[in-house]
């Protein structure tokens, strides 16, 4: 018996198909706009319009996509693990074990996924999840098998198939004073990858990759988009095959060597974030209500805030700093916020970065008589730090 999953939230439609009892990964035979409630006839339609065409000197028969992509099945483009031992166990077969599915009738719901690949000794747990917002999250496990030989671990990521109208590839580019510049470009043959090699994020993250219809805006135009959930190296890609199949993928950048796990040792990647709307506006609509909705999130209203940086600049002095809180007072300023400056040999911008220590020259008294002020005015006080850099002074 074929094993489907079909997870509706918010007018999008995640229809996963496992293949019959034993097979491989699962495949996505739809991600895109609420198809309503299907029945098994339109479930086995959808399928076999989703092959795609057997061409001359190509597999003999359909590659079958999995949201991990392998060797194994065919596909020609990025494999979703790239790893070895030592030359070898280097292209995955994995076939699943257990399929946990949980649907949740306020929408959205759960795929877990256990797979093993025995030739390789590896384990896999895969964790597919639909948010009540309509986003799609995506986590894999890889798990190291066996008793007695390291797997080294190049890459793991995971990806989502875009239909053939999804036509133009939208990113993001820039650097210091000029983020987040538009890139459009044609979604063709090949692959566009964007890497970020920082060790953390940057202006070069792209935060969303997104593929849509050509044209597409703010209001209109169907898109689908990924990013990955993690501050550090990452990766995100667009890739089509001469066949007509198109992928968005992503996952975290390994540097050559970092990921070598011991026998009975994991991997887990970083949360992949999906997301599909009509308009970009409409995708990132799912990011922020999912974002919004966590346990962790801020559920006082934002307040206004006054920062110090441009009013004095490295210059700080308590009279002028009390002045300065007595105005923001007044205008209805709720946090006042002391910038750069306020630490040891902090007076131009070449030295003090990484020395969180009061300057005693400027603040003899230390930060408690203005802090006293501020909050004396009914305002918050807030402390800025930079922990992201250090001066070589």
Excluded at 130 to 144: F, I
């Amino acid at each position: 018996m074929t094993r489907l999953l079909h997870l509706r939230a918010a007018g999008v439609s995640l229809l996963l198909d496992g293949g019959p009892s034993g097979a491989g990964l699962p495949a996505v035979l739809h991600w895109g706009a609420d198809l309503g409630v299907l029945d098994g006839d339109a479930a086995d339609s959808l399928r076999a319009a989703g092959l795609p065409p057997l061409l001359p000197n190509t597999m003999d028969a359909p590659v079958r996509l999995a949201v991990i992509p392998e060797h194994a099945d065919g596909w020609a483009g990025l494999p979703g693990v790239r790893g070895h031992r030592d030359g070898t166990a280097w292209s995955s077969r994995f076939v699943v074990s257990q399929w946990r599915a949980d649907v949740d009738p306020q929408g959205g719901g759960r795929l877990e996924v256990e797979a093993t690949d025995h030739s390789a000794a590896l384990g896999l747990l895969l964790v597919i999840r639909m948010e009540p917002s309509g986003l799609v999250r995506m986590q894999a496990t890889l798990r190291n098998d066996d008793p007695s030989e390291p797997y080294v671990l190049d890459g793991l990521v995971l990806a989502l198939p875009v239909p053939a109208d999804a036509g133009e590839i939208l990113d993001l580019a820039g650097r210091w004073t000029r983020e987040r510049v538009p890139q459009r470009r044609p979604f063709s043959v090949g692959s566009v990858m964007r890497e970020s090699r920082r060790g953390r994020t940057g202006h070069d993250a792209t935060l969303l990759l997104a593929a849509g219809k050509p044209g597409f805006g703010f209001r209109r135009g169907e898109v689908w988009a990924v990013h990955v959930a993690w501050s550090g190296n990452h990766r995100t890609y667009a890739e089509k095959l001469p066949s007509g199949q198109a992928v968005l993928g992503a996952g975290e950048l390994l540097q050559t060597g970092e990921v070598r796990r011991a026998p009975g040792q994991e991997y887990r990647t970083p949360w992949v974030v999906a997301t599909y709307g009509d308009g970009l506006d409409r995708a990132a609509e799912k990011v922020h209500r999912w974002l919004r909705s966590r346990d962790s999130h801020p559920r006082s209203p934002r307040p206004v805030v006054l920062n110090t940086w441009e009013a004095v600049y490295f210059d700080h002095d308590l009279a002028t700093l009390t002045r300065l809180a007595d105005a923001a007072a007044n205008v209805g300023v709720e946090r006042f916020v002391l910038d750069d400056g306020w630490f040891r040999g902090r007076r131009t911008e070449r030295a003090g970065l990484g020395d969180w220590f009061v300057d005693e020259g400027v603040w003899p008294d230390g930060l408690g008589p203005l802090i006293k002020h501020v909050r004396g005015l009914g305002m918050d006080f807030g402390l800025w730090v930079e922990p992201e850099m250090v001066n070589l002074d």
